[in-house]
């Protein structure tokens, strides 16, 4: 699977050529999946960067969303459905079922907020991305709508729906201290936390967090801390490596570490 980090760079080069992606993002699972709420899949048309699980299931996504790409359509709420028949050879490992949101990016549309979310993720910042997935009538904004909240730079200026200000404060603290799920937002104008997308006569958003990066420092440089290093990054650690010795701290013996003391 791709980091954060990945994901975001990738769609910021992408879209600085010039050229559109799209991003598939689980927003909400029922039973067994292979992946987990905010699992990303970034879809262009040399292929694919990040997972949402593999197999049958990914594959139908990413057949849809070069459909997407191709046509340059709106974005669409998809349904991964893994439960399967247990009496066919083909049945997926997992028995649940993924809401795949699958929304299209344009260069000069999106490429603020990508390089907001790549900035954040490179510096370990934390920071999220608001999506509105679906809403009532004529809205301020159209589904695909999205907005970067960045940690002490909160306001209410081109968020994809209107907030009072205790709202804001609220979804504030839901963006930096919460893990990903779908909001909906009521008629009363109050957000609240739901388990999948509800209401056609409510608006419902996605609040995606991209966490501050955990720092794993790695103080020796011997044959242990090697695999301790791949590992770390594997698992999408920032990590530091600390030696007296310029010969054992390096980039060649640990070519996964951020930073060397």
Do not use: Y
Request: glycine residues 10%; hydrophobic residues 45%; charged residues 20%.
């Amino acid at each position: 699977m791709a980091s954060a980090e990945k994901i975001w760079s990738e769609a910021v080069s992408t879209l600085e050529s010039g050229r559109p992606f799209v991003l598939a993002t689980v927003v909400n699972v029922r039973g067994s999946t292979p992946r987990e709420i905010g699992a990303k899949m970034l879809v262009r048309e040399d292929g694919q960067v990040g997972t949402i699980g593999g197999g049958c299931g990914e594959a139908e996504i990413f057949r849809k969303a070069r459909l997407l790409l191709e046509k340059q359509e709106g974005p669409r709420l998809e349904q991964v459905d893994l439960t399967g028949d247990f009496e066919q050879e083909e049945i997926g490992t997992c028995g649940g079922i993924m809401d795949v949101f699958i929304d299209l990016w344009m260069p000069k549309r999106d490429a603020n907020v990508a390089a907001a979310l790549a900035d954040a993720a490179q510096r370990g910042e934390p920071a999220a991305l608001l999506t509105l997935i679906n809403g009532p009538g004529p809205l301020q904004h159209a589904a695909g709508s999205k907005a970067v909240l960045r940690l002490n730079r909160l306001n209410s200026e081109g968020l994809p729906v209107t907030l009072a200000q205790n709202e804001l404060e609220q979804l504030a603290q839901r963006a930096f201290e919460v893990s990903p799920g779908l909001l909906e937002l009521e008629s009363s104008g109050r957000l609240k936390p739901v388990t999948r997308v509800g209401r056609s006569d409510s608006a419902c958003l996605f609040l995606d967090p991209l966490a501050g990066t955990q720092q794993l420092v790695i103080v020796g440089a011997g044959h242990i801390a090697q695999p301790l290093c791949v590992m770390g990054a594997m698992v999408g650690f920032r990590v530091t490596v600390i030696d007296d010795r310029a010969a054992f701290a390096n980039r060649e013996r640990f070519p996964q570490a951020h930073a060397f003391i």
